[in-house]
């Protein structure tokens, strides 16, 4: 059995090392280790990193019919209306895309073997 990519893993939410096991016991909730495979989820962390890749591209996505919802010909209503069904799709893009993205960022960590960053290891270069 060919061995699963992290990132193709990380789109179904699954473990990076077997491809088979589920990452989160809840909405963003990592397990601790692996259900399947038993690999350590503990030694990544993603930080605020999907959660900035994520809304600087719903951001990216929908930032056009922001700023041009005021300038469009609709009544103040439709406008408003239209306002409250962007403001609902931006949150619900970022809703769904939030686990994938963390969970693509931790497989990568894991694979790479990235840590944490210290200060003897800069005094140390």
């Given amino acids: 059995m060919a061995k699963t990519t992290p990132i193709l893993a990380g789109l179904r939410l699954r473990c990076g090392n077997c491809g088979k096991g589920k990452l989160f016991s809840g909405y963003l909730k990592l397990n601790s280790a692996c259900p399947v495979c038993g690999r350590d989820m503990t030694a990544a962390d993603t930080a605020d990193g ?22 469009s010909p609709l009544p103040a209503v439709a406008k408003v209306f239209a306002f409250a069904a962007l403001c609902i799709v931006l949150i619900g893009l970022c809703l769904i895309l939030l686990p994938v ?6 497989n990568l960590q894991l694979h790479h073997g990235a840590k944490q960053v210290t200060a003897s290891d800069i005094k140390d270069r």
């Avoid at 993205?101 to 931790?106: C, F």
């Fill in 50 to 71: 999907p959660a900035f890749f994520v809304g600087f591209g719903v951001l990216i996505l929908l930032a056009p019919f922001l700023f041009l919802l005021p300038m």
């Fill in 101 to 106: 993205a963390k969970a693509v960022l931790l």
